[in-house]
């Protein structure tokens, strides 16, 4: 992927701004450079989807300005949302492959025949023989926690990499300081 081409999808997108700062011709260069610096496994497709993803407001509106700092942290969001999403689908592959595997394949007929006949026809282990567990107070009290922390971030989260924290007046909650206070919270009453 050449400079150009991302230099044009940044100057579209620029384009379809109505702010009253743009970027220049050195600054979209720039921003296109550092785009294939730390992004070189993007191709098209994905610049595309990200570049119509800022469009439609996806990361955030932009009310007075547009700079190659602001699209490459929106990048950096791009690619963690991407790496989740690619994390999500191998996962869901390695289960449905998981739970297709009875354990024994890759064995010849002859010898899974014999071993069948050695052992009879028992039942495989899966997790739908056990009986559902019960949640301590404990675990209850952590999944609470957990959602209110989800709920708060749409409203006071920021991310950074692949932290996501709270800020609340000039205090920065981690999920876990915001569980540690919590318990205390909960010990104080």
């Known amino acids: 992927m050449s400079r150009e081409?991302?230099?044009e999808f940044i100057?579209?997108?620029v384009e379809f701004l109505n702010v009253g700062k743009i970027m220049n011709v050195n600054q979209i260069s720039q921003t296109a450079i550092y785009i294939l610096q730390y992004f070189p496994h993007f191709n098209l497709a994905d610049l595309k989807v990200f570049f119509d993803?800022?469009?439609?407001g996806?990361?955030?509106k932009f009310y007075d300005s547009i700079d190659g700092q602001l699209i490459l942290s929106k990048l950096d969001e791009y690619n963690q949302e991407r790496m989740n999403e690619f994390e999500q689908v191998r996962l869901a592959q390695h289960r449905e492959t998981k739970r297709n595997d009875v354990g024994i394949s890759g064995y010849h007929e002859s010898v899974l025949k014999v071993l069948k006949d050695a052992i009879?026809?028992?039942q495989v282990f899966t997790e739908k023989n056990l009986a559902p567990r019960t949640k301590s107070d404990a675990e209850l009290f952590y999944d609470r926690c957990l959602v209110q922390f989800d709920n708060l971030y749409r409203?006071?989260?920021?991310?950074?990499?692949s932290v996501r924290f709270l800020i609340i007046g000039d205090t920065?909650?981690?999920?876990?300081?915001f569980i540690?206070?919590?318990?205390n919270n909960r010990l104080e009453k």
């Open 172 to 177: 920065r909650f981690t999920i876990d300081k």
């Open 53 to 56: 993803k800022m469009k439609v």
């Open 120 to 122: 009879g026809d028992k």
């Open 180 to 183: 540690e206070r919590k318990v």
């Open 155 to 161: 409203k006071y989260g920021k991310q950074m990499s």
């Open 11 to 13: 100057s579209d997108f």
């Open 5 to 7: 081409v991302v230099s």
């Open 58 to 60: 996806h990361y955030g």
